[in-house]
């Protein structure tokens, strides 16, 4: 009788990507300036088209249903956030993607935000690649709702597990994370 073989689910494929070409182990500096073993970069996950396919897909279903855009800081969430908008795009959802910059634009308008605005009030998720403290979300979410819009979560790949979600929670967040740091660190390719 034939062996049977199961195919692997998208999380466990999305998995094996991240715990194969995103995670590290060794000694390394974060940006945080903090001294770590573990090193997660989901960037050749997020560049690769069909790596950028199953993060989108999984990230979606976590934006909330009254949600009008995504955004995040760029750079990480740069890819995430047009990921999402096409994802939903091909589910007939209307959902628009807006970059988050790291300073005002220097020139021009001097914007924060680049994309199409939505109404102020509106309510917006945020994307995230990565979350150790939660520094860059909430840099985010801050740019966001000073410009007046509604956020209520930040949905992330990765959650190093290092004080990001108490940091969400302090700031009347909801953090959830497509996989945990340990999750990553412990699995084992098959």
């Known amino acids: 009788m034939p062996e049977s073989s199961s195919v692997p689910t998208e999380r466990e494929q999305l998995l094996n990507r991240l715990a194969t070409l995103a995670y590290r182990r060794g000694d390394f500096t974060l940006a945080s300036g903090r001294k770590s073993e573990h090193y997660v970069n989901c ?90 403290t939660g520094g860059s979300s909430l840099k985010a979410v801050r740019q966001l709702r000073d410009a007046g819009y509604k956020v209520n979560r930040v949905v992330t790949i990765v959650d190093r597990e290092e004080g990001g979600d108490a940091a969400m929670t302090a700031d009347d967040l909801e953090l959830i994370s497509l996989y945990k740091l340990s999750e990553i660190a412990a699995f084992t390719p098959a």
Do not use: F, Q
Request: net charge negative.
């Open 43 to 132: 960037k050749p996950v997020s560049l690769s088209g069909s790596g950028l396919a199953l993060i989108s897909r999984a990230m979606l279903m976590h934006v909330e249903a009254d949600a009008v855009a995504v955004a995040g800081l760029t750079l990480g969430a740069d890819p995430l956030v047009s990921g999402v908008a096409m994802a939903a795009a091909d589910r007939g959802r209307d959902l628009d993607a807006l970059i988050v910059r790291k300073e005002a634009k220097g020139h021009g308008t001097g914007a924060w935000l680049e994309g199409p605005l939505p109404a102020t009030g509106a309510l917006i998720t945020v994307l995230e690649d990565v979350v150790t």
